[in-house]
C-alpha cells in the first residue's frame, strides 16, 4: 500500500487540468457503456416481461438489484480501492459486467435473471462508477462541476444506445444483444488504466511543521490504509501523512526494540533468524489490519449533520429516478404507442440530459450562488414535472414531458458531486460517498418493485410517476436544513 502511494506523482495543488482530462474521459465512457447501458433495460423491461411471463413487480426486480447495489456496494468499493487502488477496482468492474452480460444471455427464468443481470453488474458498475468519482474529485477544483457535467454528460448518450439497443434485439434477439454489450463494456478495461494516481504535497517544509500536528478523526493508521481527503483539504492531508509517517516511524522503532529485548531475555538467537522486522515493516504489518478495520466501523461521520442531509437527498432523488427512466417505455406501450416510437422517448431524453448537464455544471463554476441551492431547485422541478407526467396520453405530449424531465434532471445529476465535495469538508470522499451510496441502495431496491406493484395493482403507470414526483419534492426538503447545520457547526 505504501508503495502505491509512492508511485503517485506529487502536486502541490489541484492540476484542474492536465491528466485530469484523461481522467474525465474514462468517466466520460464509463456513464456510457454503464449508467447509459443501465437506462436501456426500459427496453429489455418489455422483452423480459414478454418472454418470461412475468409480472411488472417481477421483471422490475432486476433492474432493482442492478441499480440498488451500484450505490449500496459504496462502502465495500471503497475498502477496494483503498487496499488494490482505483484501477485494479475499474478494471474488476468491467469484467463483472461483462460477465454477468454473457451468462444473463443463457438466462431461463426472472430469477437467474436476477443474480446475473441484478447481482453481477450492480457491483461491477459500484466499482467503475465510485473509483471514476474520487479521482476525478482529487484532479479538479475549480472545475469539477463543469467536468463532472462532462464526464456525465455521457449517460446522456441513451439517444444512440436506445435505437441501438433495439436495433440489437430486432437482429439478434435479446441473447445476442446481451453478448454484445458484455463485449462493448470490456472497451472500459485499457479506459481503466488511465486511471493515474495523484499526490497533493505542500510546497515549503514550513507547511510540514505548522500542519503536521494535526490528525484526521480516523487516527493515524488512516494515511496507511489509503484513505484520501476531498480535494479542499488535500495539502493539509499530505502533510498530515508526513507526520503520520514521523510518528509511524518512532512506534515501528519501539516495536522493534521491544522485539530485541524479548530475545535477549529468552537467549534467543537473533543472527539466525530469516529475516529481520525493519521499522516500516515492523509499522505496516501490525497496525494496519487494526487500523482498517477501526475505519470501516468509524462511526464519525453519523455525527456530522452534512452526512444526513446528502444522504437523505440521495436517497430520495435515485429512487425517484429510476421509476421513469424504467417506465417511460411500458407506460407509452399501454397508450398504444409502438415500441420503435417510444424508444426515441430515451433517445431525445439523453440529448436532452446531455446538453442540461453540461450548462448545469459550466454555471454552477461560477459560483454566482452556492452549488446546493441549483440542486435544491432542480430536484423541485423535477418533481412538479413526474406529478404532471400523467396528464401527457398522448405521443407529442410524452415527448414534452421527456424534455422537461430531462432538462432538471442534467441539471441535478450534474451536481452530485460538487455537492458531496461541499458538504463533505474535511471528511473523507471515499467514506462520504460510500456510506451515502449504501443507504441509498437500500432505498432503491425496492423502488421499481414497489412502482410494478403500484401497477399491477392500477392497471396504469400513473402511480409510478406520481411515487417518482413524491420521492423527487421530498429529497429536496433536507437541503433547506444546510444554514441551520452551517450555523450548528461553526458552534461546536
Not at 508503495?3 to 484523461?22: E, H, N, S, V
Not at 471514476?132 to 475549480?142: D, N
Amino acid at each position: 500500500m505504501l508503495q502505491r502511494k509512492g508511485r503517485a506523482r506529487p502536486y502541490t495543488r489541484a492540476l484542474d487540468g492536465g491528466w485530469g482530462w484523461m481522467i474525465v474521459l474514462h468517466f466520460f465512457l464509463v456513464n456510457v457503456f454503464v449508467k447509459g447501458m443501465t437506462k436501456t433495460f426500459a427496453i429489455f423491461f418489455v422483452v423480459f416481461q414478454e418472454e418470461f411471463e412475468g409480472t411488472s413487480e417481477q421483471t422490475g426486480w432486476i433492474g432493482s438489484i442492478m441499480s440498488s447495489l451500484s450505490f449500496s456496494a459504496g462502502p465495500l468499493v471503497a475498502i477496494v480501492c483503498d487496499a488494490y487502488g482505483e484501477k485494479t477496482a475499474s478494471i474488476l468492474g468491467a469484467f463483472l459486467i461483462t460477465g454477468g452480460y454473457l451468462i444473463s444471455s443463457r438466462a431461463t427464468s426472472i430469477p437467474f435473471l436476477c443474480a446475473t443481470m441484478g447481482l453481477l453488474p450492480g457491483l461491477g458498475s459500484a466499482l467503475l462508477y465510485q473509483a471514476a468519482l474520487v479521482v476525478m474529485s482529487k484532479y479538479f477544483k475549480k472545475r469539477l462541476a463543469f467536468c463532472s457535467a462532462i464526464a456525465r454528460s455521457g449517460m446522456g448518450l441513451t439517444f444512440l444506445l436506445a435505437p441501438f439497443t433495439k436495433a440489437l434485439i430486432d437482429l439478434y434477439d435479446w441473447p445476442g444483444a446481451l453478448i454484445l454489450f458484455g463485449a462493448i463494456t470490456l472497451n472500459l478495461v485499457p479506459s481503466s488504466m488511465l486511471l493515474r494516481p495523484i499526490h497533493i504535497t505542500s510546497e515549503s517544509n514550513s507547511d510540514i511543521k505548522d500542519k503536521g500536528s494535526s490528525l484526521p478523526a480516523s487516527g493515524p493508521e488512516a494515511a496507511v490504509c489509503g484513505t484520501e481527503a476531498s480535494p479542499y483539504n488535500d495539502t493539509q492531508e499530505s502533510t498530515t501523512k508526513n507526520s503520520t509517517m514521523q510518528r509511524a516511524g518512532q512506534l515501528g522503532t519501539s516495536l522493534t526494540d521491544s522485539e530485541k529485548q524479548n530475545e535477549e531475555f529468552d537467549n534467543g538467537p537473533n543472527r539466525n533468524r530469516p529475516f529481520l522486522v525493519t521499522t516500516e515493516e515492523s509499522f505496516v504489518k501490525k497496525p494496519v489490519l487494526w487500523s482498517c478495520k477501526q475505519k470501516c466501523c468509524d462511526t464519525s461521520l453519523f455525527k456530522n449533520p452534512f452526512f444526513y442531509i446528502f444522504t437523505w437527498s440521495l436517497l430520495f432523488s435515485q429512487l425517484a429516478y429510476l421509476i421513469p427512466t424504467f417506465h417511460l417505455v411500458a407506460r407509452a406501450k399501454t397508450l398504444g404507442i409502438d415500441v420503435t416510437d417510444a424508444s426515441y422517448l430515451i433517445s431525445v431524453a439523453g440529448i436532452t440530459e446531455t446538453a442540461s448537464q453540461i450548462i448545469s455544471g459550466w454555471v454552477a463554476d461560477q459560483n454566482w450562488i452556492k452549488k446546493y441551492h441549483y440542486h435544491k431547485s432542480y430536484l423541485i422541478l423535477c418533481g412538479v414535472a413526474n406529478l404532471l407526467a400523467p396528464l401527457a396520453t398522448t405521443f407529442p405530449l410524452l415527448m414534452t414531458y421527456t424534455v422537461v424531465f430531462a432538462t432538471f434532471a442534467g441539471g441535478y445529476l450534474a451536481l452530485i458531486l460538487p455537492v458531496l465535495v461541499d458538504l463533505s469538508g474535511n471528511a473523507i470522499v471515499h467514506r462520504f460517498m460510500g456510506l451515502a451510496s449504501f443507504f441509498a441502495g437500500m432505498a432503491i431496491l425496492s423502488g421499481p418493485p414497489m412502482a410494478g406493484w403500484l401497477y399491477d395493482y392500477t392497471q396504469t403507470y400513473a402511480g409510478s410517476f406520481y411515487f417518482s414526483g413524491t420521492c423527487y419534492l421530498l429529497s429536496s426538503l433536507s437541503f433547506f436544513f444546510v444554514p441551520l447545520a452551517e450555523r450548528w457547526k461553526s458552534r461546536a
